[in-house]
């Protein structure tokens, strides 16, 4: 198994979701599963999917960098905090790069706070969806699914109803240029090591484009995001868990 986003996304956290999701190969999309038909509604002219901008797998973040932000980074990440603050609701496709360099896509939905799902385009058998308080990678051909609390997975930081940055995590970066804005928060815990979410935006139009969870091992998952509609009202069973129907994974 390759590493998968999450969420997205996903990514379940710095302790293991970058290993327990499979990364298929990209395959026209198909679903029998129930899910919502029909993919997302979407305004404007459908993009073509976006060629994911993967880090460099060399650099290396200042951990103290955050004492010393100037005034235009506090500014910048004022804006990320807000534009993050004003979203309840979020629909969309989405393109996830391995830390071995596979591809594969999807559909996501997000309603704040705290529910997102995520559906993988076929072979691939993967959901993964939040219900505001636990977050399930689901296998559907094998009926099983793997539970993590949503507090220690890196996408409790988009799912958040209201969110300062500054304030509410650990940015350690914060960099602008004529295409991104950028923003890496780390967070350290005793038992796994250190972890880092890179969320980039549109430096134009401000709107979420990918994030990158990069694993205590140093492994990078990345998630580009494309066909934004944060005007869709979604069905609430989108989000529940199905705990009777699913088993925990064997071993």
């Known amino acids: 198994m390759a590493g998968v986003l999450l969420v997205a996304a996903a990514m379940v956290t710095a302790t293991s979701f970058a290993q327990t999701v499979p990364v298929p190969k990209p395959a026209p999309k198909g679903r029998s599963d129930g899910g919502p038909a029909g993919g ?92 505001g308080s636990s977050l399930v990678v689901r296998d559907r051909k094998l009926a099983t699914q793997d539970i993590y609390p949503l507090s220690q997975t890196p996408l409790r930081f988009l799912l958040s109803d209201r969110i300062d940055l500054m304030k509410d995590t650990n940015v350690v970066g914060v960099s602008a240029d004529d295409v991104f804005v950028s923003v890496t928060i780390e967070e350290k815990q005793a038992l796994v090591g250190t972890s880092r979410l890179l969320l980039m935006f549109g430096a134009k139009d401000g709107q979420l484009k990918q994030w990158t969870v990069t694993d205590p091992q140093g492994y990078d998952t990345t998630i580009a995001v494309y066909n934004l509609d944060s005007s869709k009202k979604l069905d609430p069973n989108m989000f529940k868990i199905d705990f009777t129907n699913y088993g925990p994974s064997p071993g």
């Not at 955050?66 to 004003?86: E, G, H, I, M, R």
């Not at 559906?119 to 219900?131: F, G, K, L, Q, T």
């Open 40 to 131: 997302p509604a979407v305004t404007g002219a459908t993009q073509a999917p976006p060629n994911p901008v993967i880090p460099d797998p060399r650099r290396n973040v200042p951990t103290s960098i955050f004492q010393t932000f100037d005034a235009n980074q506090k500014a910048q990440a004022a804006k990320v905090s807000a534009y993050l603050s004003s979203l309840q609701t979020l629909v969309g496709n989405f393109v996830q790069v391995g830390p071995d360099g596979s591809k594969t896509q999807g559909d996501f939905y997000i309603q704040k706070p705290g529910k997102v799902r995520f559906e993988y385009d076929a072979p691939s058998p993967i959901d993964i969806v939040a219900d």
